[in-house]
Nanobody, 117 residues
Framework: QVQLVESGGGLVQPGGSLRLSCAVS????????MGWFRQAPGKQRELVAQ???????MYADSVKGRFTTSRDNAKKMIYLQMNVLKPEDTAVYYC???????????WGQGTQVTVSS
């Protein structure tokens, strides 16, 4: 059974930093593409960052230069380092794993990030 578990969310002041983690179990992690999404109240879920199985990355324009994603295939983990956080970054952040062959997506339960003074 595939499971994704996010951690690292919390309350931070504007300009601060947080590091999110996503632990994956029950899957051949290294074969899959990974992504971070977020959903703010009243808004649709949006892509924040992606890291492919070959390690290539892409970022939403709103977070470029502030967020960095990485993966550790040995630990079956991905990370999202978030710097210079803004109030508009407040959302529930989700980790997603996509099997590139089947197109099947797996999601974590999400972790709340709140940026407020």
């Amino acid at each position: 059974q595939v499971q994704l578990v996010e951690s690292g969310g919390g309350l931070v002041q504007p300009g601060g930093s947080l590091r999110l983690s996503c632990a994956v179990s029950g899957s051949s992690f290294y074969r899959n593409d990974m992504g971070w999404f977020r959903q703010a109240p009243g808004k649709q879920r949006e892509l924040v960052a992606q890291i492919a199985r070959d390690g290539s990355t892409m970022y939403a324009d709103s977070v470029k230069g502030r967020f960095t994603t990485s993966r550790d295939n040995a630990k079956k983990m991905i990370y999202l380092q978030m710097n210079v956080l803004k109030p508009e970054d407040t959302a529930v952040y989700y980790c997603r794993m996509r099997n590139p062959l089947t197109g099947i997506d797996y999601w974590g339960q999400g972790t709340q990030v709140t940026v407020s003074s």
